[in-house]
């Protein structure tokens, strides 16, 4: 069997959400989410803006908690655990990859020192080995290896968002969240992040689960796709048969006001 | 390999007023190994959506729809994506691709993502490409900018990149000339011998008599009210 | 002339006991930021209220203190701490190391090794190691709590990026125990191998920040560092211009407006001692009795003293931070 047959074949879900709702005072952040995901599927979150996609993304990711629900992680249920826990997994297992590149860089480190910070928060001390698999990475998003020691601020949007992955894919997580990637990019720019992105998914293995409101950008990445409409999951299912076969009224109109998706 | 039984399908437009437009009912067909399945009827009988439901892409309404042992009507999202990904091959109408990514990595992805060493399958891809009269110079560009007739082409060589079991062709030879034809034809009188399961449509009725076993007439499932 | 106004060592008993509260918890949890309630002292916060208030807690009538200053027993910083304990705990005072049983220090270790039974207090302007790089204290204390250190090896990885080395001189960070991140005060990295293993008690305070921590004797203390770029308690590739010491950490002195410089040890006590025994350095001819230590720029207290150039880390990118801009008016929050 291959790498990938034994990925789609494990019956175990890596993240299995149950039920999960937050709310903000008398709002519905997001109600009621359930979903499995398997290792190497990435699951496309779609809707209006305001519809709790962020708020869902950020609930899993134990940025916020939840008010109701169960999140199990590999067999291990998330809200039960020690933020110690929960954080050394956001570390290592997890990334998060954030809209806004500045929200997840460091600006006034240099692009090596970006990369290598996980590393050294996971414990690598050797400056040479951090050096080059920053160096490596750096060459994985296409970013030319004498910028390393400049700082992000120096670079374009698209490279810092391409550094962002990089810096959180350099440990290996295994799950990746992403909050509108490729938003505020030009076409061109996405373009090749998307052709990144599902590289690393393909040989890596991951499990993405990513917010965006672009389907033509879910249609290319995401196995699956989850549609919100006012916090709850309207839709859900094989990403090219939601967007071609909608059963929903508001998934219907969501298609149907993009020109050819 | 493909056996198709009661199979209904109907759209709900919920936008314009909740109009329900029953589209099948009753399909049944089989298709075995080494077999080449051809859908007939005219335009809008239903042919491409029987063919996407059999592909996953729309959703059965009701009936049986197995490939191999798997029950597609009712399958999981993640059971029809493993499916897609080992036994199921698909050669839709139109090419669909991550912009920016050069022709010879779109036609060696399905292999690639089957765990295939990345040299394997960049060899496999240039031979159909080869074989397909894909000039070299453009392996290395987009498809995205290739005339109707090369991205069919660039197409058909991803469909064909991966020995699948069973294959759905909509229209392969649609816009290609007779060389180009002739090729494909040639692959697919190539996976038949080896064993695969073939639904097709073509419009060209020599290609139909060369390649298919039997003919299915899709307006026999055209729902009573609707005819 | 013990001035009968104040309670002894200044500080109320109830203040002090609040203090040896703190003092005893960061001696239970070594390099532990313990929070205490700061005091006001009849002097700015940059002259060291910290380590005042934490020296006024552990003294008692019979001890001896010394106060240095950069090594120096004699700027004004030094003299001020050393006659305000004179005058409100009527302790004695001296210059010796060895002889004292408390010493109050800014930015140094002094050479003479510590022996069991002595203190060391440490005036510090900025306890969080990790505050450069993370400026949210809600964070920092939860990386501590965590052992999220990631980010201190972060800063010594642009170290070496920007100049090939860690160029980080002053305040150089220690692991305490194999546990807590410690900011040993802007103490030159020479006096870094000093921290550990250290028969005597060393105690950190903060008055601004309001922080006491602590490095019980004989602690396990660690600058953090790489596997490739380790560790160096670097010095001045010189021997002491007065003494002859060739392991002591120097200063830089600017002798004339011709460019001509000295280097002489920082450590006043000892340079001295060596000097009464004997030895000599190049600046001091045989037979003739040896200047007396120079200190051009010792007389304004601490700003001036940061800006001599030390000579042991060309690379130094930042001057040491805090403390030294302390002298009256210039601590914005001085008197807060
Ligand atoms: N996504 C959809 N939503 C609503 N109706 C649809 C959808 N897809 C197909 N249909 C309808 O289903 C019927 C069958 O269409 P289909 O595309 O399967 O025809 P076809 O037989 O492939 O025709 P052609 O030979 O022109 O390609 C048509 O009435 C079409 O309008
Ligand atoms: N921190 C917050 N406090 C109060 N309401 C919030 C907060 N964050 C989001 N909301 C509300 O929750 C709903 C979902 O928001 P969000 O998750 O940000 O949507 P999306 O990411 O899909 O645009 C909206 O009604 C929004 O106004
Ligand atoms: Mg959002
Ligand atoms: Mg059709
Ligand atoms: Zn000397």
Redo the contacts between chains.
Sequence with gaps: MTLMERMTMTDQPLLRVEGLTKRYGQRIGCADVSFDLYPGEVLGIVGESGSGKSTLLSCLAGHQRPDLGRIAYDGRDVLAMS??ER??LS?TDWAYVHQNPRDGL?MG??A??NV???????G?????D??GKAADWLGRVEIAADR??DRPSAFSGGMQQRLQIARNLVTGPRLVFMDEPTGGLDVSVQARLLDLLRGLVRDLGLSVIIVTHDLAVVRLLAHRLMVMKSGRVVEQGLTDQVLDDPQHAYTQLLVSSVLQV | MIRIENLSKSFTLHNQGGAVIPVMAGAALTVGPGECVGLTGQSGAGKSTLMRMVYGNYLAAGGRLMVGDLDVATAEPRQIIALRRQTLGYVSQFLRVVPRVPTLEVVAEPLLALGTPADQARERAASLLRRLNIPERLWSLSPTTFSGGEQQRVNIARGFAHAYPALLLDEPTASLDAANREVVLSLIEEAKARGAAILGIFHDEAARARVCDRLVDVTEFTPKAAA | MTDQAYNFAYLDEQTKRMIRRAILKGIAVPGYQVPFASREMPMPYGWGTGGVQVTAACLVPEDRLKVIDQGADDTTNAVSIRRFFQRTAGVATTEATAEATVIQTRHRIPETPLKAGQILVYQVPIPEPLRFLEPRETETR?MH??E????M??KL??D???HGQIATSYAYPVKVEGRYVMDPSPIPKFDNPKLGNNPAIQLFGAGREQRIYALPPWSRVESL?????PFEASKAAHDCDLCGAGHSYLDEVITDDAGGRMFVCSDTDFCAGRRAKGHRGRLSSEGVAPPPHPSPTRGEGGASLDAMVHVNDPLASSPPRGEGMGVGGADPEGTA
């Design positions: 933020e110690t954080r050394r570390r460091r480190v240099s090596g020192g290598g910070e996980r590393l050294m928060a996971v690598a001390r050797h400056y040479g951090i050096r390393i020691d | 939860k709590e965590l999220e250190y990631g980010l090896h972060v990885y642009e070496i990026a920007r560092d790489f596997d490739d770029h």
